[in-house]
């Protein structure tokens, strides 16, 4: 059963304008949230995280929001530029635990 | 170079050959993965190692195995692959799982004929 799920496969963006990319989990004991980008024939790459005790986490254009009553984490790209399409995987943890469990992934084209 | 190196990048193979590919990292994490990726269903950890000489099952551990003698290494042996093990696989690498993003390979794509 899968505990982290991205339900969109794809989103298409237009250069500058924002991204929001959406990831939903069940198990309520996670409590270290990441995401990852990954091109084409490339290993994922750490882009940001986010721990249970916050609710938002800024990185120059990323930033991720955490809403623990929803069980909902979303990263949001702005502005979005062309070296951003790639495919974005959101990936969660428990501190307790030794195990990471990854979404399916979403494909973002951000179109020039 | 921070890296974790996997060999071979590609492999195609036939059904029950055994074949194992390897997975090395230079910065001296504790925590090593295997994942596989497969259309649809994102990335799923196969096996993980805390450490030298401790190993797990992920959730999809069946056909595989692993060892960790040494901590920059963990291979992944397939005894006796099957076309369902077609797949894109992944190591990766932290300093731990608590708050620690994860280094990853850049992938070896088997496919089992």
């Known amino acids: 059963d899968q505990q982290v799920k991205q339900n969109s496969p794809s989103l298409s963006v237009q250069e500058g304008r924002i991204s929001i990319l959406n990831c939903d989990y069940t198990n309520s004991m996670f409590d270290y949230f990441l995401w990852y980008k990954k091109y084409p024939a490339e290993g994922p790459t750490f882009l940001i995280s986010i721990s249970s005790i916050k609710d938002k986490n800024e990185d120059g254009r990323f930033t991720v929001f955490l809403n623990k009553s929803a069980k909902h984490l979303s990263l949001h790209i702005v502005p979005s530029q062309p070296g951003d399409s790639a495919v974005y995987f959101c990936a969660a943890s428990r501190n307790t635990g030794n195990q990471f469990y990854f979404g399916t992934g979403t494909s973002l084209t951000v179109i020039p | 170079e921070a890296q974790v190196t996997q060999n071979p990048r590609y492999l195609i193979t036939v059904t029950g050959k055994k074949l194992t590919v390897t997975c090395s990292q230079n910065m001296n994490h504790e925590y090593m993965s295997w994942y596989r990726q497969d259309p649809g269903l994102g990335l799923r950890q196969i096996y993980y190692?805390?450490?030298?000489?401790?190993?797990d099952k992920g959730d999809v551990p069946e056909g595989y195995k692993v060892s960790r003698k040494e901590k920059r290494n963990f291979p992944l042996i397939l005894e006796s692959p099957s076309p369902n093990q077609t797949s894109l696989y992944f190591c990766a690498s932290s300093k731990g799982i608590s708050n620690q993003p994860q280094h990853f390979g850049d992938g070896t794509r088997l496919s089992i004929l």
């Open positions: 190692s805390m450490n030298v000489e401790v190993t």
